[in-house]
DNA sequence: TTTAGTCCAGACAGGTTAAG
DNA sequence: CTTAACCTGTCTGGACTAAA
């Protein structure tokens, strides 16, 4: 049975303790509100930000060789409101856009991309447009905000971000090569990979240390983590959401660039890398 | 298979207390 | 004094995670 001795001693929960810890640390989740706190205005070369997040089709296990084809677009585009000549400091999100997206070569979804994306079959997918024809909304979008002259050619000087190098990088070029159309001007170039400024930012007080070799090199904290790593309020919406994540991206390069840092192009895209699984003209190999 | 970090449970050592 | 019960800190190993 029980004994009925009494403590004499204060008793101090140990993970009570290890929570303190963590708040009062200059790691903890408060961290970025004290450290990150500027508001002076520093050169920026951009004029305006195209934030990207695109879900994608997907199998348990594949992994990312494999050839993932786009079902949803979502853009946040954010622009200056305190520019003054070259520099500023306050980004805010002026439009969004967002269109599901028709697979082509796998047009059913398969249960784990359900499961993570939230895109559901029927109402979303089946019901989309291909993705040429969502490039050509998109290129509606970007002349409509005035970024693009109506044949492609840039009116402004803007820079697409995504969290990590990926989006364009590996998911754009690989349904390019699906979809048979070549890159647009408007999309060509380098990119801006929000999660390795965070990363480049955060590194000291560490949150989560990233690996530095190997095939995980770089991969580094999520959008959650991200958030957590500048002090700002958790994740809103839906993860894995397209428009949920770029959203909340957006908020990350607003507070980015609160911190006075220049926010450019950081990653380098080849529309023509190619993956094992790429045939000749457009046809996958199985 | 590969990296590098976090988190958690379990084992263990050592200190303190009350019962025998 | 001896011992069992209890508490704490430390260590270790395994599971888990990261673009979709």
């Given at each position: 049975m029980q004994s009925k001795r009494h403590s004499p001693r204060l008793l101090i929960p140990q993970k009570l303790l290890r929570v303190l810890l963590v708040l009062s640390s200059s790691t903890g989740p408060l961290a970025g509100i004290y450290s990150g706190w500027t508001g002076s205005k520093v050169k920026q070369p951009y004029d305006a930000f195209l934030l990207l997040d695109f879900e994608a089709t997907c199998e348990r296990g594949k992994g990312f060789d494999y050839p993932n084809e786009i079902i949803e677009f979502p853009i946040c585009l954010m622009r200056w409101k305190d520019r003054d000549g070259d520099k500023a400091s306050q980004l805010e999100v002026v439009a969004e856009f967002r269109s599901f997206v028709k697979p082509s070569w796998r047009p059913n979804l398969s249960e784990f991309c359900t499961e993570l994306?939230?895109?559901?079959?029927?109402?979303q997918v089946d019901a989309a447009p291909s993705f040429p024809a969502v490039l050509r909304s998109v290129r509606a979008f970007l002349v409509e905000h005035k970024?693009?002259?109506?044949?492609?050619?840039?009116r402004l000087r803007f820079c697409w971000c995504s969290?990590?190098?990926?989006?364009?990088?590996d998911f754009l070029v690989k349904q390019l090569f699906i979809s048979q159309v070549p890159m647009p001007e408007w999309m060509a170039g380098d990119v801006l990979d929000v999660r390795s400024v965070v990363a480049a930012h955060t590194s000291g007080r560490q949150v989560r240390r990233q690996p530095?070799?190997?095939?995980?090199?770089?991969?580094?904290?999520?959008i959650p983590a991200q958030l957590s790593a500048l002090g700002l309020p958790p994740f809103e919406g839906?993860?894995?959401?397209g428009i949920d994540d770029v959203r909340n991206l957006a908020k990350i390069l607003k507070k980015l660039a609160f911190m006075g840092i220049r926010l450019q192009p950081n990653a380098a895209v080849n529309p023509r890398r190619r993956w094992a699984w790429m045939g000749k003209s457009g046809q996958i190999l199985e």
């Open positions: 994306t939230g895109i559901t079959q029927q109402d970024l693009i002259e109506k044949h492609g050619k840039r969290d990590g190098p990926f989006d364009i990088r530095q070799h190997g095939p995980w090199a770089g991969i580094g904290l999520n839906r993860e894995h959401s």
